[in-house]
């Protein structure tokens, strides 16, 4: 089978130079598609709904995420001694007794959230539509900024509307339309970029994962979610999903441009930078919303990918 | 110059808020003192509008409580117990005025068939005033340790409103406005917010009254501490322990008859719940009509009645029913009407209902209250998980969960006391029959009665 993300692709990938116009990253009819949608884009019962429910498993796949890789005892950068008095330990306390695995688990809990209370990440929404997640993002207390990016004027008009109604984005949330490629990364580096039911809409997935990458401060995160090119994703998300159910807006969708989750990890692979921290499926149960499951190489799927050396 | 000042001021009053409650009942105060409590959710800004005096009564009650128990007493479910205990407010109770008990006898006053519910800790009696008190209390710790929340009481909602960004304005008597992402109605069975929503509620009145009182037990032998409920043609009577030998009253009855026994003297009127705890249905009917014309025989008439019904009780019968009453406490007595009602929807586009706002129910269970804290725990659960998502706490994406998972439980609830309210308020003889079998059995096969509690209790 071919790889979508490999050289070998039957879509022969440009390279970066050759995009002359930097915003060719998403094909006409695409774009097309999208703006039919920016009317309704913030009904959560209108046609976005199924998108809208899917945001929450964003956020929670997020913040799990960085807060499980807090570390939560830093000896190299510890700065006074009384902090070093208060040993957390940051190990599986299964092994423990239950109420001391229960207070250990507190304490563990209480350092986490007194991490990100300290932070402020900066953060870069590629893809970003209607604003669906970057305004989720923005409103966290632990997010200073986040920029939404995106192709379609018309969605990010409706994104910009939209972030007008509520005052506490006023200062943290910005849109712009640009394409990723024309971002300086000399200018611009971000603590957390993502990627969200994106790159399947995308006709050079590997030139946008390029150019997404030079942007992630060391320490920093790729988030990334998109769909496996498999007969379920086909039957989930197309066959029930548009024409079924039709709970996706008809058109949304195209198989042969879909990602299977170990092409992207190869492609981390190749890159020393970069480590793969997190994967996880997930399927959409009409009765009750999205669900996690255990198997990342099944239909739709998300992704952390840690920036680990400098 | 000074008018244009005030002119200007009044114009710009207009503050951000993230979540305003209205009503400053039980529900609303556990809404604003759970929200503060939370990790999550402590740094939104939260106002509370209550429209009658409120925080000078609920302090004083705080430093210097009466001697006596207040009138407004409620039963609170193990579930409640927990939760207030979870955020914090339960340290503030004061104990020596609540009475915790593990025995509830409830018997058809018809056929005096009947049935003793049995759990630790099944119930506990308390003022809502005491239970406001502490809930303020919490509150006010809680702003001492920065995380402070603004109650204006005395301080009415003149009108709500919609600002251009869709976020509800609240208008209050003193001028100023708040704009707000959620607005929670707290504000009991007339609910302006409800109404300012659309939201329509269904139901009816029941005809009846329910008279509450504050008694004191004449200690002549002993009785376990128990909840004793019987129940009459014109409704249900029961008498619920509290501290010092003391119970509290919830007669629900006619609304001709309930107005004969608010005139009467408080003398008369404890003969009259000694005669309703034990005399036979026909009996009553008797003495209602001396209590009616006032007559000066009725504590004689009374008293003969009772020492007959005493005098043919075997020894061991006696702790089938209660002490009797042996007063009083002055001024005790008041009145509400009965109805049940329910809400079509609990959450609407930056609106939530919680209590009876969103629904009441007869008090023959004593569930009133304890849903509206259920409600108040569901919604908390709700605001949390949507702020730690980043969302809009006030989009119907983040408030649908606390209407899914409260609405069907709820008229649940409401369901089964309307049904137990209809099936004992009659004594048609198929009826009583198939209710007194009922009770009988329920009480021997131990597995259903086991069920009952739980659900009464529901732990």
């Not at chain 2, 707290?186 to 009816?204: C, L, M, Q, T, Y």
């Not at chain 2, 003969?304 to 042996?326: A, D, G, M, T, V």
Request: a negative charge.
């Amino acid at each position: 089978m071919f790889s979508r993300l490999s050289v070998k692709s039957i879509r022969p990938l440009v390279s970066f130079r050759s995009l002359s116009s930097g915003l060719t990253s998403i094909s006409p009819v695409e774009q097309s598609h999208f703006n039919q949608l920016a009317s309704s884009w913030w009904d959560v019962n209108g046609p976005q709904r199924i998108l809208h429910k899917m945001n929450l498993l964003r956020m929670d796949f997020i913040t799990n995420t960085i807060k499980s890789h807090l570390v939560l005892n830093d000896y190299n950068n510890m700065v006074n001694v009384a902090e070093e008095e208060i040993y957390i330990p940051g190990f599986d306390v299964g092994l423990l007794d239950d109420a001391i695995a229960d207070s250990v688990l507190q304490d563990q809990e209480t350092r986490r959230q007194e991490l990100l209370r300290g932070m402020r990440l900066k953060c870069l929404d590629i893809g970003c539509g209607g604003g669906i997640f970057s305004e989720s993002m923005a409103r966290l207390p632990y997010v200073g900024s986040v920029k939404g990016i995106d192709l379609s004027e018309e969605v990010l008009a409706v994104a910009k509307n939209h972030a007008a109604l509520d005052p506490i984005l006023e200062k943290k949330l910005s849109y712009d339309l640009q394409a990723v490629e024309q971002i300086d990364e000399s200018l611009e580096q971000y603590d957390v970029v993502s990627m969200f039911e994106m790159l399947e809409h995308v006709d050079y997935p590997a030139e946008v994962l390029k150019s997404a990458i030079r942007l992630v401060k060391p320490g920093g995160w790729v988030f990334l979610s998109t769909i496996n090119r498999d007969f379920i994703s086909w039957f989930t998300t197309i066959a029930m999903g548009e024409y079924v159910l039709k709970i996706v807006p008809k058109g949304t969708h195209t198989h042969s441009k879909y990602i299977n989750e170990k092409e992207i990890e190869e492609w981390f692979d190749k890159n020393p930078e970069f480590e793969v921290k997190e994967s996880k499926g997930c399927v959409y149960l009409p009765a009750y919303g999205w669900k996690f499951t255990e198997n990342e190489h099944v239909g739709n799927y998300f992704m952390a990918i840690k920036r680990v050396t400098k | 110059m000074f008018r244009a000042i005030r002119h200007l001021s009044t114009v710009s009053a207009m503050r951000l808020a993230d979540v305003v409650i209205i009503g400053g009942g039980p529900a609303g105060l556990t809404l604003a003192s759970a929200l503060k409590a939370s990790r999550s959710t402590s740094q939104l800004k939260v106002e509370l509008i209550e429209g009658g005096k409120l925080l000078e009564g609920l302090r004083e009650f705080g430093n210097s409580p009466p001697e006596d128990i207040t009138n407004r007493v409620v039963s609170l479910t193990p579930a409640t117990v927990n939760y207030l205990e979870k955020i914090g407010v339960w340290d503030f109770i004061r104990y020596e005025r609540i009475e915790e008990y593990d025995n509830i006898l409830a018997y058809d006053g018809v056929t005096n068939s009947r049935i003793e519910f049995e759990h630790v800790g099944i119930a506990t009696m308390c003022e809502n005033l005491n239970l406001q008190s502490a809930l303020l209390a919490k509150i006010e710790d809680l702003g001492e340790s920065g995380c402070p929340l603004d109650i204006h009481d005395s301080t009415k909602v003149v009108g709500i409103d919609s600002a251009g960004n869709g976020w509800p304005v609240v208008e209050l008597d003193n001028g100023e406005r708040i704009q707000t992402r959620l607005l929670v109605g707290a504000d009991g069975f007339n609910s302006p917010v409800r109404k300012f929503a659309g939201i329509e509620s269904r139901g009816w009145s029941y005809n009846r009254w329910g008279i509450v009182a504050t008694l004191n037990f004449k200690v002549d032998s002993f009785r376990q501490i128990t909840g004793w409920q019987r129940f009459l043609p014109s409704g249900p009577i029961a008498l619920l322990p509290l501290p010092n030998d003391m119970a509290s009253l919830v007669w629900s009855t006619t609304p001709e008859l309930a107005n004969v026994l608010l005139k009467l003297s408080e003398e008369k009127f404890a003969a009259m719940i000694n005669a309703a705890m034990k005399l036979d249905p026909e009996e009553m009917k008797y003495l209602y009509k001396l209590a009616e014309e006032d007559d000066n025989s009725l504590v004689d008439s009374i008293s003969w009645r009772l020492s007959l019904f005493n005098n043919k009780l075997q020894p061991e019968q006696h702790e089938l029913y209660p002490l009797e009453i042996e007063s009083l406490v002055p001024g005790s007595r008041a009145k509400f009407p009965l109805k049940m009602s329910h809400a079509d929807t609990y959450v609407g586009p930056r609106i939530a209902l919680v209590g009876d706002a969103a629904h009441t129910t007869h008090p023959l269970a004593g569930q009133g209250l304890n849903m509206g804290q259920a409600d108040v725990q569901s919604l908390v659960n709700c605001i949390e998980t949507a702020t730690e998502r980043g969302l809009d706490i006030g989009s119907t994406l983040a408030l649908e969960p606390y209407f899914s998972e409260r609405w069907p439980i709820n008229n649940a609830m409401l369901g089964v006391v309307d049904k137990l309210h209809k099936l004992f308020s009659t004594d048609f003889t198929p009826v009583v029959m198939a209710r007194s079998f009922g009770l009988d059995v329920l009480n021997t096969v131990p597995f259903v009665k086991d069920f009952l509690v739980d659900r009464m209790s529901s732990k």
